[in-house]
């Protein structure tokens, strides 16, 4: 009796994984399904992308990507690279001792400033952007990597001060406290005695926030201009309404797309956990 | 800390407040050489806008459509992917690949994806009998068609997020209802559910603030038709600044729409238990 209800409930188990391991198997076809149009329609010729049923069979072709490089997006692609690194280096210097300060500062407004934090986080790009738009007009800080880098601030500080919080939040206190003892300043203590044990969580919220920049879109569309626009603005150029060239515009895409994905799958463990930390300890 | 939160302080209080000056005035891109302060004029003409009762509903709409059906999905596939069965941490990693694809790609592979003419998923709907909507171009599909593409990113966003959560349940609990007899649904509702509550709350947290500020999922997908059936408050704030040029009036807007976030927020934390009193929390 007690062995037979033992194989049941074994029974059951084996059958409930059977199961969602479908269901999961399922749903990586609805995960992948716009991955294989993008790749696909990358590397075919204008006729076949349109065909229907989809070509699983067709001359891959490499045009698209070389039409890429004569033209406007090459430069939209170099664009990308330095607003992205210049953005990224930026929202780090300022954001990582910020959210150390904000972790294990006793100072009276904390909790001000780390309710601030969250609003500007809260508060959608239009917010920021219209008055920008209006003073970098002014200022002539349209068109210029300069008025891109200030403006992607405006989401990315909040989002490292964020992340770098949850993580110097586990950090024992003892760290510093010992450095202080041994007479060191409290900056010198952050920079050669918190910061180097800190590393491994400073990379991933580093990528994290690289990867926020890359794939921003509003403020370059907005603050830039044909000098400064990056390789989104570029995706966003190859559609139109009448004569859209496909190849080109997957082929684009898949430029913007790869480089994060790649990074993804290398550094997974540490990205989910990054993303995961700052949600959960709020 | 100090030169971060100054430049957050910057780059946020000021064109905030900038923005707010800027509802009370007549600033138009046509003409501004000629911007007059117009007292409260732009908040009475919210009242004889003809679009923003259906801007708001719909808004309101897509916004609580797209989070129940991303909480309801994470959920789902949270569950699943929680089982410590072998290969699971493959699915895992799987599943983060849409979480971490640019916005623009999102929106231009699924405008393609949604195609009412070419587009593969009215191709394999036909070959299983089902109906061929026009999906972009039609008014009652459109802004659920939205709410897929970016299901497609937000339910395994959830899932990461839930997921974390639900790894981190005590076991004991879970395997004394056993013992006591507790069906599976018993179980879930009375322990799991419970234990990722604060996770949970957060998730859904994040994904009302993304909601509201879609911008080039729309932007590609629909450009907020047909009519203005899927310009919702945010991209209503864009067209009325950058297409209309009436930047003073999308200043209002945006104050509206900065208003109406801040509400769903606060009801948000309340129900989601982090703004009880004492400070006690989880």
Redesign the interface.
Known sequence: MLTWAGLSVTRRRLLYNAVASLALIAGLVLVFLPFVWLLSTAIKNQVDAFALPPKLVFEPTLSNFGRLLDGQFAQYALNSVIVTSLATSLALILGVPAGYGLAIGRFRGRQWLAGWLLVTYMAPAVVYIVPMFVIFVRLGLINTYLGLVLGYQTGLLPFTVWLMRAYFADLPTELEEAARIDGCTRARAFLEVVLPVSLPGVTTVALLVAIAAWSEFFGAFILGGSDTFTAPIGVYGFLSDYSSDYGALAASTLFVVVPVLLATIVAQRGLLKGLTAAAVKG | ?W???G??AL??L???T??VA?SFTS?NLSR?DRVAFIGTQNYQDLFSDPSLLQVLASTVLFVAGLVTAETLGGLG?AI??A?Q?RGIGV????????V???????A???R??LNGN?G?IN?FLGLVGLPQPQWLASSLTALPSLVIADM?VGA?FMA??I???LLSVPEEPMEAAQVDGASALQRFWFITLPAIR??LA??IL?RT?DA??K??LI??MTAGGPGIGTTFL?YY??KE??IFGR?GY??CL?VV??AL??VV?IVLLRVGG?MQPHGSRS
């Open positions: 800390m030169p971060a939160v430049t957050l780059l946020t000021v064109p905030i900038i923005g800027l600033y501004p596939l699943l992917l089982r069965v699915f895992r990693t799987l599943y983060l690949l849409p971490m694809t640019a916005g623009i790609a999102v231009i592979t699924w393609y994806l070419f593969w191709y497609w395994p990461m997020l997921l974390a959560g604060p996770v957060i998730a994040l603030i509201f500020k911008f080039e932007q590609v945010n704030v864009y600044a950058f930047l999308a200043g945006a729409l900065f976030m801040a927020m982090f």
